[in-house]
Every structure is written in structure tokens, then in C-alpha cells.
Nanobody, 118 residues
């Protein structure tokens, strides 16, 4: 399964962006998925996760209430709606999907840059 993210860019503080992650070479619909991010000099961190059905979601404390993860299995796509963006949200955002082992992310996208100017 190959994952390709899109939707990153430059936005002002308080703005919004929606990231998309499209899977190819296989179906994403049976896998839990998530978004991670990494800023320069910092380790990669979890942002949000969603079950294969979309019924269950969870978020990092830093983004809870501002970001929303969702999915459209018919389109093999996972989204991350980001609102009220802050400079601290600046990072490369990665889409990931779990495989047969629950909790283990084995498929990763190449990342998309999100830059929030203050």
C-alpha cells in the first residue's frame, strides 16, 4: 500500500487547512490510520488516529478540539481537517496506516509540509 499526502501549505495563524491521504496499490478500508508530524530537531509525534470504520477517533492533547480526522473508505482516503492553526503546528505531516498487527503503523506517506506564520 502506498500513501500520498496532499493539502499542505502556508497559512496564517488562526487559519485552516485540510490534508488528504490517498492510498494506492491496495485498500485502506480495512486498516486503522493516523496522522503524525515532525518539526525540525524534534522526534515524530502522533497527531490523530482513526479506526478502520471511522467510528473511533483519538487525538493528541495539543490538537484536540482543533483538528478532526475522518475517512472515506470508498475513496481510499483519510483526511485531517486542521483549524485555528498555530505556529507550533508547523511541521511535516505524515499519513500512516496500520497493518495486521494492531497498533503498529507499517505504511507511511512521504509527508506534506504545513507552515503556520505568526
Amino acid at each position: 500500500v502506498q500513501l500520498v499526502e496532499s493539502g499542505g501549505g502556508l497559512v496564517h495563524d488562526g487559519g485552516s487547512l485540510r490534508l488528504s491521504c490517498v492510498a494506492s496499490g491496495g485498500t485502506l478500508s480495512t486498516f486503522a490510520a493516523g496522522w503524525f508530524r515532525q518539526s525540525p530537531g524534534k522526534p515524530r509525534e502522533f497527531v490523530a488516529g482513526i479506526s478502520w470504520s471511522g467510528r473511533s477517533t483519538h487525538y493528541a492533547d495539543a490538537v484536540d478540539g482543533r483538528f478532526t480526522i475522518s475517512r472515506e473508505n470508498a475513496k481510499n482516503t483519510v483526511y485531517l481537517q486542521m483549524s485555528n492553526l498555530k505556529a507550533a503546528d508547523t511541521a511535516v505531516y505524515y499519513c500512516a496506516a496500520q497493518g495486521s498487527v494492531q497498533g503498529e503503523y507499517v505504511y507511511w506517506g512521504q509527508g506534506t509540509q504545513v507552515t503556520v506564520s505568526s
